[in-house]
């Protein structure tokens, strides 16, 4: 079993930043693929951004400028840095792994419980 925890969400005000972090834990061998989604209220759960192994990158285009993406390694942990936030960045933010688990061929996917990010005055 894989368990992935976010931390840092909250509330803020537009232009403001927030720090968001996840940790993975339990049975892992390599996580070479980390993540961050998002779902506003009645909408469907969208990208965000990713780091892989190798070092690759990607954004949404909503967020390129704005947000990073980063990884410690060594302690199985990603961080999504945010700022200029807007209040349409407003969301549950749920970081999502590919998982390379001890003992096992296969790969498998594992979710956060999910953050929750309000941007408002």
């Known amino acids: 079993q894989v368990h992935l925890v976010e931390s840092g969400g909250g509330l803020v005000q537009p232009g403001g930043s927030l720090r968001l972090s996840c940790s993975a834990s339990?049975?892992?061998?390599?996580?070479?693929?980390m993540a961050w989604y998002r779902q506003a209220p009645g909408q469907s759960r969208d990208f965000v951004a990713s780091?892989?192994?190798?070092?690759?990158?990607k954004y949404a285009d909503s967020v390129k400028g704005r947000f990073t993406i980063s990884r410690e390694n060594a302690r199985n942990t990603w961080f999504l840095q945010m700022r200029t936030l807007k209040p349409e960045d407003t969301a549950v933010y749920y970081c999502?792994?590919?998982?390379?688990?001890?003992?096992?061929?296969?790969?498998?996917?594992?979710w956060g419980q999910g953050t929750q990010v309000t941007v408002s005055s």
């Open positions: 999502n792994a590919i998982v390379h688990q001890l003992g096992q061929i296969n790969f498998s996917q594992s």
């Open positions: 339990g049975n892992i061998f390599k996580l070479p693929y």
């Open positions: 780091i892989e192994n190798d070092g690759t990158i």
